[in-house]
């Protein structure tokens, strides 16, 4: 079964700090990883999107990195601040019936 | 313009009521498509349209009736609703579409739907 699991659901950390959330994907075959960020009530803002060729994507103080051969992915935030206070969603796309297959998240707070 | 626009952005109705929720892009992509996301859960896959077609519906109970009027239009007719309906409704775009996903989509805000 085509599954994304995110890890930790939940965070808290200090303003400043920095933190690395985890994605494992069964998703097969693969096509990209994306990652987003969705704050509260709004719609998700995609941050990175990478191949199976790519290793590793930067935007601004977001860094994701990809291991297509044990189907891992982390995002990296340098830096918090209070705005990156958000949930952030981890997606697979692969060559089936279903365009997107979509983690539950893992909820970031970020605290003065 | 990289801007994915939803109207309304709330909307409160009770079960017989008839609404619809509109979504507009100006990016020239091809492809829309309806998500349907209630609270900490991910969104789901509601319909796809590509080259204003249906390409994919979800299963999707016929009381959402989708409709792309032309290539910058999505809209969503909704009629005899449930409560357990409620959730956040977001659009989204990309430039196409094909079962690979290659595309980046963009979301719009969402509308925020709460049926009585």
């Known amino acids: 079964k085509n599954q994304v699991e995110q890890s930790p659901q939940s965070l808290i950390i200090l303003e400043g700090k920095n933190c690395t959330l985890q994605c494992n994907y069964t998703v097969s075959p693969f096509s990209n990883l994306r990652w987003y960020k969705q704050d509260t009530g709004r719609g998700p803002v995609s941050l990175t999107i990478?191949?199976?060729?790519?290793n590793t994507k930067s935007n601004g103080r977001y860094t994701a990195t990809l291991d297509a051969d044990t189907k891992q992915s982390s995002l990296h935030i340098t830096a918090s601040q209070l705005s990156d206070s958000a949930s952030y969603i981890c997606?697979?796309?692969?060559?089936?019936?279903?365009?997107?297959?979509f983690g539950k998240g893992t909820r970031l707070s970020v605290i003065a | 313009d990289t801007e994915v626009t939803q109207t309304p952005k709330h909307l409160v109705m009770g079960m017989t009521n008839k609404k619809s929720l509109k979504c507009e892009q100006h990016m020239g992509h091809r492809a829309m498509y309806w998500y349907k996301q209630k609270a900490k859960k991910p969104p789901e896959l509601m319909f796809v349209y590509s080259y204003e077609k249906l390409s994919i519906n979800e299963s999707v109970p016929s009381r959402f009736s989708p409709e792309c009027p032309n290539s910058s239009l999505l809209n969503l007719h909704l009629h005899a609703l449930q409560p357990e309906d409620s959730a956040l409704y977001l659009c989204?775009?990309?430039?196409?579409?094909?079962?690979?996903?290659?595309?980046?989509?963009?979301f719009g805000p969402g509308t925020r739907l709460t049926v009585l």
């Open positions: 989204a775009s990309s430039q196409l579409w094909d079962r690979g996903s290659g595309y980046t989509q963009y």
């Open positions: 990478m191949t199976f060729s790519e």
């Open positions: 997606v697979v796309s692969y060559s089936g019936n279903t365009p997107l297959v």
